[in-house]
Every structure is written in C-alpha cells, then in structure tokens.
C-alpha cells in the first residue's frame, strides 16, 4: 500500500471518529436545551400558581434564561435566576457526574451540558448546577435543590412537582422561611452611621 493510501485511510478513519464525537457534543448541547425549555416552563407554570396563593412573582424569560423574583410583602424579596450555558464537557463532580461514567474519563459521549443557577443574596458564583447527559439523564446540586436527579422526559407532574421546590426555596429567601434568616455582620458601626441612617450589616443565613 503506498503512503498516500495508507494516509487516506487514517485520515478518513480520523473523520469518521471526529464526526462522532462532534456528534455527541451537539446531542448533549441539544438535550440540556430540551430540558432548559421543560425547566424554564414548569418554574413559570408554578410561578403563576404562586400569584394565584397571593405571592407577587415575576418570571421573565430572555433568550436562554430566566429570572424568578418573589415578593412576600413590605421590602422582602428575593431573586433568582437560570441560564442555559453553550458547550458541552466531561463533569468532574462526583454528586452530578453519570453513574455509568468516571471523572478520568473525557470520551465525549459522556459528556454533559449545563444549566446554572444564581441569587444575589447569595454573591455571584452559581448557586445552582445541572448537568443534563446527551441520554436524557440530568442531575442537579445546590442551594434551592440540594440534590436531585430524573429523565428530560418524565411526565409534567414530576417536573412541575421539582420546580415547585425551588420555588419554594426562593419564597424562603424572600420571606426568611424555611430555616433561611439574616444575622448580624461583623465590622464596625460608628454613631455616625446610625446618626446618616445607616443600616447595621446584616448577611443571609443559609440552612445547611
């Protein structure tokens, strides 16, 4: 075999083999996508049976994200926000990664897509992680959900039933339910500050 043929047919086997894997990114991209859409919807579904119970919720959708703000009366609010991230990667949590997959391995069929969670009241990293997997599996672990997991094809009822919990959290952070509160900061707080009409520091306490 002549080195041009022998070439060509690496290089052929090597496209083959590219086409795959750039395959499994798009399949793991485009589930994460299916679910942002379930997800997105079944948190404006409950938001709108919040309204109803007599909570002031606002759910806004823009493009890939959406953003829940609750309301429990006077001051009191809380924010939270979801966003649908580009890309797709192998997971290195062990509490989100794919049973059937070991975080030494970066074959990108097991790759996975990500959908983030966020609230102020609790800085700026993501408060909440989904990792969604190209065969339908999602997992999830953070703040409003401590630890979940379920299919991108289980019924309304489940799905509602799930962001009905994080609805559920966030009315805890607006209302300081639910074993969430504040509690004094440290750091100095002169007469000065209390004369201005300054107010004593406070952070959010989070349960455990």
Request: proline fraction near 2%.
């Amino acid at each position: 075999m002549s080195f041009e043929s022998a070439a060509l047919t690496r290089l052929r086997r090597y496209r083959g083999e590219a086409d795959a894997s750039l395959e499994n990114l798009r399949e793991s991209e485009e589930c994460a996508r299916r679910f942002s859409e379930r997800l997105f919807g079944g948190l404006e579904y409950v938001a709108s049976l919040g309204r109803e119970a007599g909570f002031e919720i606002e759910a806004g959708r823009s493009g890939r994200s959406l953003t829940l703000r609750v309301a429990a009366g006077g001051s009191e609010a809380a924010e939270a926000s979801f966003a649908l991230v580009s890309g797709a990667a192998a997971e290195s949590d062990e509490d989100l990664m794919h049973e059937e997959l070991s975080r030494y391995s970066l074959d990108p069929s097991g790759y996975s897509g990500r959908i983030l969670g966020w609230t102020e009241a609790a800085g700026e990293e993501p408060r909440q992680i989904f990792s969604v997997y190209r065969d339908g599996i999602w997992k999830t672990k953070g703040l409003f959900v401590a630890k979940a997991r379920g299919k991108t094809d289980d019924s309304d009822e489940i799905l509602n039933g799930f962001c009905l919990r994080i609805l559920g959290r966030v009315v805890d952070l607006a209302a300081l339910t639910g074993g969430a509160g504040r509690k004094w900061a440290e750091g100095s707080y002169t007469r000065r500050d209390l004369e201005e009409g300054r107010a004593f520091p406070t952070r959010p306490r989070f349960p455990r």
